[in-house]
């Protein structure tokens, strides 16, 4: 198959998995994924498969990520939140679908690539930010969608109060008493007025949700931040 036939190709895959909006599909198809992936991996960045990435992360399987953005429901005037930049590949797919997207990562080389990937591509309406997702960007909330792109035992409370009302966010999840790879779900919450909804969606195996940011070795002419 020539490579200009990927992206549809995928697409077509996803459809056949139960993707239908077709706004998701069509930012899906216009997101090139070999952007995204490293060197070796080339050849299978059209594949929908999870790929290792840099700071031993992993960029999630294209129909992990149809399928979270097309639960999310994001909407033109939405500002969304991601936690885990990763690539940025889940930040690419959502920005075309929503007025601004934030995104937060702990792996400063990640976020780095990212950015320059963000760059190249012109999406200029993400924004990054370097530090712990586990406490939201509390000076751009409230947002109307929250999407996490690591595991979590329980939702952070942090995070569900950066949610507007009738706001959604997206997570996998291992429960709190089975923090294990092997039995992640999807768990889609919805803020009331009086406190927040959640319901178990499909099984999933993201890398865990980690706190705080890895200590950095900087060079002697940098300022510690
Ligand atoms: N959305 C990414 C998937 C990245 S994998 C993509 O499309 O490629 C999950 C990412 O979450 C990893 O890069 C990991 O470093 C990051 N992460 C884990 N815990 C975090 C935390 N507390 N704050 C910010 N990022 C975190």
């Known amino acids: ?42 050849s299978t960045a059209y594949e929908n498969i999870a790929l290792p990435i840099a700071c031993g992360q992993t960029i999630s399987q294209p129909y992990i990520v149809a399928y979270m953005t097309e639960i999310l429901a ?25 007025r601004m997207v934030y995104t937060v990562e702990r792996h400063r080389p990640l976020l780095k690539s990212a950015e320059a990937r963000f760059r190249a591509l012109k999406l200029h309406n993400i924004v990054v930010r370097h530090g712990d997702g586990l406490q939201g960007w509390p000076e751009q909330a409230p947002f109307d969608r929250i999407l996490l792109a690591a595991a979590v035992s329980t939702i952070p409370q942090a995070l569900i109060s950066q949610l507007k009302p009738g706001g959604v966010l997206i997570a996998p999840s291992s429960g709190p008493h089975e923090f294990h790879r092997n039995s992640q779900h999807l768990v889609k919450v919805v803020r009331t007025d009086g406190g927040a909804t959640q319901e178990k969606l499909i099984a999933v195996a993201f890398v865990p949700m980690l706190p705080g940011v890895p200590q950095e070795t900087r060079k002697p002419d940098e300022n510690p931040k």
Do not use: K
Not at 3 to 29: F, K, N
Not at 81 to 88: N, Q
């Open 1 to 42: 198959m020539s490579d200009d036939h990927r992206p549809i190709a995928l697409v077509m895959a996803l459809r056949g998995q139960g993707i239908t909006d077709q706004r998701v599909l069509s930012a899906i198809e216009r997101t090139p994924r070999e952007m995204f992936v490293e060197a070796p991996f080339l």
């Open 74 to 98: 994001v909407e033109r005037q939405h500002r969304v939140l991601e936690i885990g930049t990763g690539s940025g590949y889940q930040a690419a797919v959502l920005a075309p679908l929503c």
